[in-house]
């Protein structure tokens, strides 16, 4: 261990201890005696949106197959002699993984044999074995993934809506690929990511649960093993302020119109920025459309949205920023007309304070819950790292926040230039 | 967790589970009325209707104020069916008194909340019928939603496997009833429903946190009056067919949804039946992952779920067309290797393994101690989690061949890709 230091919740009795490892790995690990299961990832910063990269001293930067990084943690869960899943089904532990835009998790929740399934965890993410033929074995499955995804209306509506907001960032493309883009995957490609992004530099273990920080540092000391930072270099393309299209519209075979409208923002330059802002959005749109708003009263009545209505949680990662609401509606250009009405009042005159502050309370309420959980704590460090920000951060941030910021945040950042309806009907 | 149960009157209990590990408190209310599939859009309605509104906080808009103003507290429910009894829950939590900034005193105030949605719903002048408004707008959020009902493909199609599998019983219809069922509606009929729903259901009250239970339980003692106990049927086994019924349907989509109902003539135990499940797709080590999906790169997703109160098994798979046939034999394969117990025996201890490790979850959310409970009732079976283990790890690989004899395919539900899609 180089450096630790103990993290401790403003509200909630909890804390966690944050350790910088001799090997370059964080490790962050709250215990939570009281409970009997325990949840760890392990993880690293590299999603789909990392497509153009290279080493420090390599010449030049390495472009590769959209859907890499999802394929890579599929196939890391192969060694020569077993799979990850034969050796957890040893343990008893629930193990899976999943890749987002900006990160990959390795994960498992237990509640027994936490300390040997602690060890098949370190162990595979840290040993790749990739051969042409177990690549080719894999392309099958993916693709069925893909298939599966394409067929889901929803995932539809987000990516297309991603397409209109923007005109480069990788962002918007599907995080498993194409069909075609994975049939250019193979080993030599896989290792070459693998070298570059798992480094324990670029990687974090989160543990919440029944266990002991001591002893999850003692197999930590026995099993990482100590790399160099090698100097990551990434590049994203040049994205505009703009959108590229302002309406997407997608033909499925749905009951109900599916509808978006997401806002493209400035993307933040801090991790601490970014979760502030994020707040600002979220608050401030909960304000004007959420189930406690006037507006949305009304649009119910005008029977122009249901209950699937909703503001979203804002989307954020390297580059790129989002806010969005949405549902079903068989008038989805309506709702953005009358959504853009609230919003031009909102900003000129103001909005309702009294329900700012309640829906800020009750987004404290919402932070001291998902300390109930271990699965939500330990998700919580590993996304805490993940994005930047401190253990508990968001906790501190939201207590300073106020109806003026989110005022203004609503006044400065969002442009109804910048909405993009998306749109999947039958 | 410490759990006490305490009969409130004929046919209403409330159990609650100290737990002062958690910083919520939550309250579960579970009415049980044996299923009355006529019945299901007027109970189902007015189960929404309930969530939405009530006398003192009259529109979605109050409800969520109200909502807000508890910290974030939340009301949310669900209605299902489980064997032959239909099940409507209602649950309301939120952060635990401590947590409260200015001493709210939150778990009464939620208590107090959702008696108030269930007992003094918002109705019409006359008090014989829940208001024209309300009932319009949970009508068309009804309808919405059957009409959804094609959006997800994999539940799609798991809805019509189960209509065919268990054509003319009670599992055949979803417990939200059909789209002409709903339309037949009135706020009145919807009302009247409810009222003798209210009545006769029995009802089980659940409370998890740390709290001071009996002045909880005052506030539930005069809330409901005693009812005669219902016979609810919660095992309702359904007869394989002589000859598997394949039915095969299409759609606009790009992968096809491959569904097959196995049954069971036989009374297995609940423990058995779960394991034997398991084992043939019931975790990333079971026969048909590892082989159907790792082998044979056929799927993404191959897996099985048990429903033992219909003596079934569900397994589901998207493929691609070409491989449909393919993938049917695949599967169909490794349930004969069960069944001649032609598997390395440990993938029997493994799954020992992952359902003690599962069960010994419990008690870690506020849910899952709700759930463990309610289960227990529904089972008529005391034991507890420690004795439940205990009897997965006496079975054997004999009792589960035995199991996988007695299994027969009974129905195949494949969603096809519809030409020029």
New interface residues.
């Given amino acids: 261990m180089i450096d630790s230091e103990m993290i401790t919740a403003p509200y909630g009795e909890q804390s966690c201890l944050r350790v910088k490892h001799q090997t370059g790995l964080n490790i962050d690990i709250m215990e939570m005696p009281d409970y009997h299961s325990a949840y760890a990832l392990f993880g690293t910063k590299y999603g789909s949106v990392n497509t153009r990269f290279k080493l420090k001293g390599e010449k030049d930067f390495a472009e590769v197959p959209e859907g890499i990084a999802h394929f890579l943690e599929h196939k890391l869960f192969e060694n020569e002699d077993c799979d990850a899943f034969e050796r957890y089904a040893k343990t008893g532990a629930i193990a899976n993984a999943y890749t987002s835009f900006d990160r990959t998790a390795y994960l498992f929740m237990c509640s027994e044999n936490f300390k040997p399934s602690l060890e098949i965890l370190l162990d595979f993410v840290q040993h790749p074995y990739f051969t042409q033929e177990t690549v080719a074995k894999e392309q099958g499955i993916i693709a069925q993934e893909i298939l599966m995804n394409q067929d889901e209306p929803n995932w539809k509506l987000f990516f297309n809506s991603l397409k209109g907001m923007y005109y480069h960032h990788p962002v918007r493309i599907d995080i498993a690929g194409t069909v075609e883009s994975i049939a250019k995957i193979d080993a030599d490609l896989l290792y070459r990511c693998y070298r570059t992004f798992y480094n324990l530099h670029n990687m974090t273990l989160a543990i919440a649960g029944n266990v002991k920080a001591e002893e999850v540092l003692e197999i930590c000391d026995k099993l990482l093993i100590p790399c160099e930072n090698q100097g990551l270099e990434e590049v994203f393309p040049e994205e505009p302020e703009t959108i590229k299209c302002s309406e997407m519209e997608a033909i499925a075979p749905v009951g109900m119109p599916l509808f978006s409208l997401d806002f493209k923002l400035k993307p933040k330059k801090t991790g601490s920025e970014l979760l502030k802002a994020e707040m600002l959005a979220e608050l401030a749109m909960q304000t004007l459309f959420c189930s406690s708003s006037k507006w949305y009263q009304e649009m119910l009545e005008q029977k122009l949205i249901n209950f699937e209505f909703g503001v979203d949680m804002p989307f954020a990662g390297s580059g790129h920023f989002s806010v969005g609401l949405g549902g079903e509606s068989r008038k989805p250009r309506e709702v953005r007309e009358k959504i853009f009405a609230v919003l031009e009042d909102a900003k000129r005159n103001g909005f309702d304070k009294q329900a700012f502050d309640r829906l800020k309370k009750a987004r404290y309420g919402g932070m001291i819950r998902s300390m109930n959980s271990v699965e939500s704590n330990a998700s919580m460090l590993f996304d805490s790292y993940m994005s930047g920000v401190k253990p508990f951060e968001s906790v501190s941030i939201l207590a300073e926040l106020h109806y003026e910021d989110a005022l203004q945040f609503l006044r400065d950042e969002i442009s109804l230039d910048n909405a993009v309806l998306s749109i999947v009907h039958a | 967790m410490k759990e006490i149960t305490k009969q409130l009157c004929e046919g209403v209990q409330l159990t609650a589970i100290a737990e002062?590990?958690?910083?919520?408190n939550s309250i579960a209310i579970v009415m049980l009325m044996p299923a009355e599939p006529e019945n299901y859009a007027k109970w189902s309605l007015a189960h929404s209707i309930l969530l939405?509104s009530c006398e003192k906080y009259p529109?979605?808009?109050e409800?969520?104020?109200k909502?807000?103003?508890?910290?974030?507290?939340h009301i949310n429910g669900s209605v299902s069916v489980s064997g032959d009894v239909f099940q409507m829950n209602f649950t309301v939590?939120?952060?635990a008194d401590s947590?409260a900034?200015n001493g709210e005193k939150l778990c009464q105030e939620m208590t107090a909340f959702l008696l108030e949605c269930l007992l003094h719903p918002l109705l019409n002048s006359d008090s014989n019928a829940f208001t024209e408004?309300a009932f319009q707008?949970e009508l068309?959020?009804l309808l919405?939603m059957?009409?959804?009902?094609?959006?997800?493909?994999r539940a799609y199609a798991s809805k019509r496997l189960k209509e065919i599998a268990f054509a003319g019983e009670i599992a055949s219809h979803t417990c939200y009833g059909t789209r002409e069922e709903v339309l037949a509606l009135t706020p009145e009929i919807v009302y009247q429903a409810y009222l003798e729903f209210l009545e006769k259901a029995q009802i089980l009250i659940y409370y998890v946190g740390s709290e001071n239970v009996s002045e909880l339980e005052n506030l539930f003692q005069n809330a409901f009056q005693p009812r005669k106990l219902q016979n609810l049927c919660f095992y309702s086994p359904s007869a394989c067919k002589s000859e598997p019924v394949i039915v095969r349907e299409s759609?606009?989509?790009?992968?096809c949804q491959l569904l097959l109902a196995l049954k069971s003539n036989q009374n297995i135990s609940f423990e058995l039946f779960r394991m034997t499940s398991l084992i043939l797709g019931g975790?990333?080590?079971s026969l048909l992952?590892s082989n159907v999906?790792?082998k044979l790169?056929?799927?993404?997703?191959c897996s099985s779920k048990d429903i033992r109160s219909k003596n079934s098994i569900i397994i589901s798979s998207?493929?691609?067309a070409e491989n449909l046939e393919k993938t049917q034999q695949a599967i169909l394969e490794q349930l004969e290797l069960l069944q001649k117990g032609e598997f390395d025996d440990?993938l029997l201890t493994?799954a020992k393994?992952?359902i003690?490790?599962?069960?010994?979850?419990?008690?870690?959310?506020?849910s899952s101690c709700v759930a463990e409970v309610l289960e227990r009732f529904i089972r008529e079976d005391h034991a507890s989690v420690e004795e439940r283990i205990a009897l997965f790890e006496q079975i054997t690989k004999q009792d589960i061949i035995a199991t996988a004899n007695t299994l027969q395919l009974d129905s195949v539900y494949m969603l096809e890709q519809e030409e020029n899609a």
């Fill in positions: 002062p590990k958690f910083k919520t939405n529109s979605v808009t409800m969520s104020k909502m807000q103003e508890l910290y974030g507290s939590s939120a952060i947590y900034l408004q707008t068309q959020e919405d059957i009409a959804s009902e094609i959006n997800d493909k759609m606009k989509v790009n992968q975790t990333p080590f992952f999906r790792e790169s056929l799927c993404y997703y998207g493929v691609s440990n493994n393994r992952y003690i490790n599962a069960l010994r979850l419990t008690g870690d959310t506020p």
